[in-house]
């Protein structure tokens, strides 16, 4: 852990527990209570990334699900749930990002657990992903977008879609406007979270391509802990 | 979040761009050739030029053309148009398209063959829900082809379109 992200973890919450307690909760200890996953293998640690990794809570945000006709506090989803980042005019990561979530509904509606996960893909595209526009898409990716686990949020504006997908989650995204195409477009990072039913993450896959075994082996473990 | 960080985020997580529907694969070894071993045998559907059954991928003792496709991947149609062009010069050779996507109650069988149907494919079409394939090939991107002689070696891997020229040079060589 570098020096500054562990002075900055051992700040946030010294003053509640005092440092000897803090460091068991910022991920220096083996194991977290808040998650079932094991801390994955790698060289940083949570705290030191931007985007929610293992053992964090899901930030509290409150995003409209315009399918639903609701709005989706995301420390409220009482089931394990997957989390992803896309916008559907995006022809490159995001179908794949999209696809792996719907090959994982698939599996959970064939398997019976259906109504043990939720999915949750967030646009951050909200001027073109409209209500209408999701649908549209649910189609052609062959979600069952009706189903009681899938829910597209969708931010009300772009300023918001900034302030939840860039700050809040830590996906990183920038408008471009490609020359050999008559639309923007968006270079963006690739995230899909594994938060657990207590909102807190298990898993932040970065990839991609999700291996899709692997979530779905995760996906078990948490949901049958 | 503040500035540092999304600079940070920018650097460590990699900006994805471009035209082409290319999944790229995240981690280096997950998708190795090595995890799993070829052939791999796959559910067939019921669709024109192929039954519901099973298959080995590649075709055994048979030069193969694999070509991994997704329903939701447009450029996927346009090569299925490509080998429908090159596949009556290689009467030799061995066609099988696989998809990984995974049948439920609302995207079902018969919907993956009215799909094969209506972009005119007239081969072997199957099921890799588990995407082990793809791994097993380490491919890189939807549409991916590969070719396969017929000792099982893999001769030419290719993530995106690939056009008839590139595929009969290289089938040319190995037929």
Redesign the interface.
Known sequence: MQRRSFLRSAGACGAVTGLAGCLGSVGIGDSNPDVVLEEPERRFESSDVPYPAWGEPVPDTTVPAPLDSRDVRLRDIETPSLLTFFYSHCQTVCPVLISTQRNIQAHAKNNGYGDAVSFFPMTFDPARDTAQRLRTYAEEMNVDADSENWHFLRPASKQRAKAVVQDQFGVAFQRTDPEDMDMYMFTHAALTLLVNADGFVERAYRSKSPNEGTILADLQTVRTA | ?NRR??V???A????????????????PG??SRSDTELPLRVETLDARGSTAGETLVPTPGTVTVVDLF?????PCDDQLEVLRAIRSEYDDVSFISVT????????TRA?IAAWWNRNGGAWTVGLD???ELL?AFGAGG?PYIAIVDEHGAIEFGHSGLAGTETLRDQLDPLV
């Open positions: 979040m960080q999304t940070a985020a920018i460590g997580l990699g900006l994805t761009g471009g035209s082409l529907w290319v999944a790229q694969t995240g981690l997950m998708t997704a329903t939701w991947c447009a990984n996507e995974r049948p439920s109650e609302t995207f919907d829900p588990g995407s791994a939807l």
